[in-house]
């Protein structure tokens, strides 16, 4: 299960300082708040208040972000191993020197048993 990108629901950058966490998370509260708006879904003051609880505690930021380098080399590496993959899949090309050469080869094969 891919980990939640908390930065983005605080909309902060993933170097912002605590200060500027609290002010989004203040900005977002009052916004996704069920009392404040009749029509925002339950699920968003949950996730704000996840994300909060989280980046604001300089522990479990430090783990968060840990998770959050793991899963992103994860996936490069995974990308890395499919790609290679496809690479080996393909037929091997023939360089243009490679047809010249083998093309001079042939010609001269056949101009011997000739």
Same mark, same amino acid.
């Given at each position: 299960m891919p980990l939640p990108d908390y930065y983005a629901i605080l909309d902060v950058s993933p170097n912002a300082t605590l200060e500027q966490i609290r002010q989004s998370y203040r900005?977002?509260?009052? *916004?996704y708040h069920p009392?404040?708006?009749?029509?925002?879904?339950?699920? %968003? *003051?949950k996730q704000l208040n996840e994300a909060y609880d989280i980046l604001s505690n300089m522990a479990k930021r430090n783990a968060?972000?840990?998770?959050?380098?793991?899963? *992103?080399?994860?996936g490069l590496l995974i990308d890395l191993l499919l790609r290679q993959r496809e690479q080996m899949r393909q037929p091997k090309?023939?360089?243009?020197?490679?047809?010249?050469?083998?093309?001079? %080869?042939?010609?001269?094969?056949?101009?011997r048993s000739e």
């Open positions: 900005r977002l509260a009052r *916004i009392d404040v708006n009749r029509h925002a879904e339950e699920g %968003s *003051i968060y972000d840990l998770q959050r380098l793991e899963e *992103i080399r994860r090309r023939m360089t243009w020197v490679q047809g010249m050469t083998g093309f001079v %080869s042939e010609l001269k094969k056949e101009m």
